[in-house]
């Protein structure tokens, strides 16, 4: 069955990084357009980056551009966003996700608090 198991969550401050990754199996990984989303609380999961089967193309939100970058390992069957310059409004649950045949899977999420 189809599993994304995300890591790399933690608490940083301001201005700080950090680096999610998110590890797939269940599905041919290298055929799928990866993306991470995340979610902060009392809002709607929104897309952070999306990067593209053989990582030629990458997108990001307005708000992350310049700061995330989305990456992937099709040998190793992973995704990763490397976070720069976090802010408060980054704090969120971040979710791996891919879409197969219409239909929306999602990892358990991975908990990033910017604070100082």
């Known amino acids: 069955q189809v599993q994304l198991v995300e890591s790399g969550g933690g608490l940083v401050q301001p201005g700080g990084s950090l680096r999610l990754s998110c590890v797939a199996s269940?599905?041919?990984?290298?055929?799928?357009?990866m993306n991470w989303y995340r979610q902060a609380p009392g809002k709607e999961r929104e897309l952070v980056a999306a990067?593209?089967?053989?990582?030629?193309?990458?997108n990001y939100a307005d708000s992350v551009k310049g700061r995330f970058t989305i990456s992937r390992d099709n040998a190793k069957n992973t995704v990763y966003l490397q976070m720069n310059s976090l802010k408060p409004d980054d704090t969120a649950v971040y979710y791996c996700?891919?879409?197969?045949?219409?239909?929306?899977?999602w990892g358990q999420g991975t908990q990033v608090t910017v604070s100082s």
């Open positions: 996700h891919v879409s197969l045949l219409a239909r929306n899977y």
């Open positions: 269940g599905f041919t990984f290298s055929w799928k357009t």
């Open positions: 990067i593209t089967s053989g990582g030629g193309t990458t």
